[in-house]
């Protein structure tokens, strides 16, 4: 089979996305877009300076990449965008479910609040259905976070446990294991939301 017909078969497949991030899907354009749209410096003025930020060889330093570019997310409307963007990509690649992680706790601890985060996603996973994609939210507890953190940041999920499925665990998982949330995964699943946990680089 030539390559053009491998990649036409395979575009054309129906495909589900379970292991998708969706404040890493940021792409320059969108980031740079947002930063000038709220007045943000990001320390960049074009996406070839941008690009050039993107430099890592782990975890740790990724995410020191990761988390400040966050800052550009302030709305509503901007985490819609970022959804969005995302769920257009996905759809001309004919994805037709997919399960999106998001963190709250890297908005809600500089300022943003939860309502934001949620009602932009959210929205954008409604009217993705007219894309003909199936989008879910899961909400992740970030491991490097306090328990304390994890138990606020479910007691505020739950006020929006018809916007989201799940609950799941990302960032960095040196000394962080799953365990030290054992009773926000037990309220959580009393409380009706599916429950993962899943590991990037152990
Ligand atoms: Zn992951």
Known sequence: MSTTVTQQFTEGLPKAELHLHIEGTLEPELKLKLAQ????????????EIKK???????ASFLAVYYPA???????ADFYDLAMAYLKRAAANNVRHVEIFFDPQAHTSRGIDFATVINGLYQATVDARALNIDARLIMCFLRDFSKESARQTLAEALHYKDKIIGIGLDSDEHNNPPLKFARQFEDAAAAGLHLTTHCDID
């Open 37 to 48: 749209r709220n007045h943000i410096d990001i320390g960049q003025t074009s996406i070839a």
């Open 53 to 59: 930020t993107y430099n890592y060889h782990d975890l």
């Open 70 to 76: 966050m800052n550009v997310l302030q709305h509503e």
